[in-house]
T-cell receptor
């Protein structure tokens, strides 16, 4: 059974800092990996999706990497802003459709 | 392009009462998912549909939960009777496997409180 762990559980950084969120998974036989953002009381917004054959994906200030052999993914956020404050969830696709989620990292970016 | 639509957004019911949630996926997305998210946890899959067929319902508590997807578009998730432990956010998502990516798009969710 796939298990997904996200560290740290919570993170507070001052505005402008670069930061890295970590995700680890136990079964390296994955189809894809997706990073989501969730604001309080809201649904999930897809940020980046990495196929199993890819090593990284970039969108604006976000960069996600994938190392299947070590069972790890990172989400890098450059020049953080208060609007980045949210919970970030990592989800591993073990088959073509089924996602297993981590418990998330709650990020707060302070002024 | 409209996103995944869910209703209601919030629902408060007493235990033992029935409740139903509705989802309209993104147009053209033939794969539909229902997830349950408990407080402080990541979402967990309840059921997945390919068109109108439920292809993965292994995590659905079938004694009290049921779901349907008529005509392979809208879907309804029902709980009867509800228990206190069912309080959670129920999320619907959809994807279009034709791209090969299976990227999932989520709706805003229904927050259920059972008292």
């Amino acid at each position: 059974k796939q298990e997904v762990t996200q560290i740290p559980a919570a993170l507070s950084v001052p505005e402008g800092e670069n930061l890295v969120l970590n995700c680890s998974f136990t079964d390296s036989a994955i189809y894809n990996l997706q990073w989501f953002r969730q604001d309080p009381g809201k649904g999930l917004t897809s940020l980046l999706l990495i196929q199993s054959s890819q090593r990284e994906q970039t969108s604006g200030r976000l960069n996600a990497s994938l190392d299947k052999s070590s069972g790890r993914s990172t989400l890098y956020i450059a020049a953080s802003q208060p609007g980045d404050s949210a919970t970030y969830l990592c989800a591993v696709g073990g088959t073509a459709s089924k996602l297993t989620f981590g418990t998330g990292t709650r990020l707060q970016v302070t002024l | 392009e409209a996103g995944v639509v869910q209703s209601p957004r919030y629902k408060i019911i007493e235990k033992k009462q029935p409740v139903a949630f509705w989802c309209n996926p993104i147009s053209g997305h033939n794969t539909l998912y229902w997830y349950r998210q408990n407080l402080g946890q990541g979402p967990e899959l309840l059921i997945r549909y390919e068109n109108e067929e439920a292809v993965d319902d292994s995590q659905l508590p079938k004694d009290r939960f049921s779901a349907e997807r008529l005509k392979g578009v809208d879907s309804t998730l029902k709980i009867q009777p509800a228990e206190l432990g069912d309080s959670a956010v129920y999320l619907c998502a959809s994807s279009f496997p034709g791209t090969g990516s299976y990227e999932q798009y989520f709706g805003p969710g229904t927050r259920l409180t059972v008292t």
